[in-house]
């Protein structure tokens, strides 16, 4: 159980994917302008990189590494699992909430060159990548808790920093500084901010 903690608030807080590991910016500085977009966003990148690793997790464990080809076809295979999710993704999301799928734009279909995604999917079967103070070589239910992790802590990030943007589009700031100069650097004093956690629990 202790384990699974460690694992859990590595991927969510210590290392976060989006403020530590720089991993993902492109949605996150794209979608991050307004709130409703950001938590749609959320719940998408929540669906697709859980249901994405662990599906590259069985084709990793049963499928590539038995046949000894993992090293060579590791990255083909999973940008085939996370685009079809994607595509599922955006079906639904057209068909229940057109204003949704209309306000994500370009970034949606993104989703599947999201390197955040395919980061996750890599590093919950094949490690190395983050260089974690942890034992690898995860279990179904150790990547599962790890890639949970990894998405709720980029919504956190992206949904928190959404509700920062709202605010500063109507702060009395220097018009040279208004849109994505002031959100750089934004992001970059939050990014110091979780530095702050670096080391805790001895992770």
């Given at each position: 159980?202790?384990?699974l903690?460690?694992i859990?608030l590595a991927?969510f807080?210590?290392?976060?994917?989006?403020?530590?590991?720089f991993?993902g910016?492109?949605?996150?500085f794209?979608?991050?302008?307004?709130?409703?977009?950001?938590?749609?966003?959320s719940?998408?990148?929540?669906?697709v990189?859980?249901?994405?690793?662990?599906v590259?997790?069985?084709?990793?464990?049963?499928?590539?590494?038995?046949?000894?080809?993992?090293?060579?076809?590791?990255?083909?295979?999973f940008i085939?699992?996370?685009?079809s999710?994607?595509q599922?993704?955006e079906m639904?999301?057209?068909?229940v909430?057109?204003?949704?799928?209309?306000?994500?734009?370009?970034?949606?279909p993104?989703?599947?060159?999201?390197?955040?995604v395919?980061a996750?999917?890599?590093?919950?079967?094949?490690p190395?990548?983050?260089?974690?103070?942890?034992?690898?070589?995860?279990s179904?239910g150790?990547?599962?808790v790890y890639?949970?992790?990894?998405?709720?802590?980029?919504?956190m990030?992206?949904?928190m920093?959404?509700?920062?943007r709202?605010r500063i589009?109507i702060?009395?700031?220097p018009?040279?500084f208004?849109g994505?100069?002031?959100?750089?650097?934004?992001?970059g004093?939050?990014?110091?901010?979780?530095?702050?956690?670096?080391?805790?629990?001895?992770?």
């Open positions: 159980m202790e384990r903690f460690l859990f991927a807080l210590i290392n976060n994917i989006l403020l530590i590991r991993i910016l492109c949605p996150f794209g979608v991050s302008s307004r709130f409703e977009t950001s938590i749609g966003m719940m998408a990148v929540i669906f990189m859980t249901l994405s690793s662990m590259c997790w069985g084709v990793w464990n049963f499928l590539l590494n038995p046949l000894g080809v993992g090293d060579f076809l590791y990255i083909p295979a085939l699992v996370i685009a999710l994607v599922f993704v639904v999301i057209r068909k909430s057109p204003a949704l799928f209309k306000a994500m734009g370009i970034y949606l993104l989703i599947t060159t999201n390197c955040a395919l996750a999917a890599t590093e919950s079967v094949k190395g990548f983050w260089k974690l103070s942890l034992e690898y070589n995860y179904l150790e990547a599962l890639t949970i992790g990894i998405a709720l802590g980029f919504s990030v992206i949904i920093f959404a509700a920062m709202e589009e702060a009395p700031i018009r040279s208004k994505f100069p002031i959100a750089f650097i934004a992001a004093l939050s990014s110091l901010a979780f530095l702050g956690f670096k080391g805790l629990f001895g992770i």
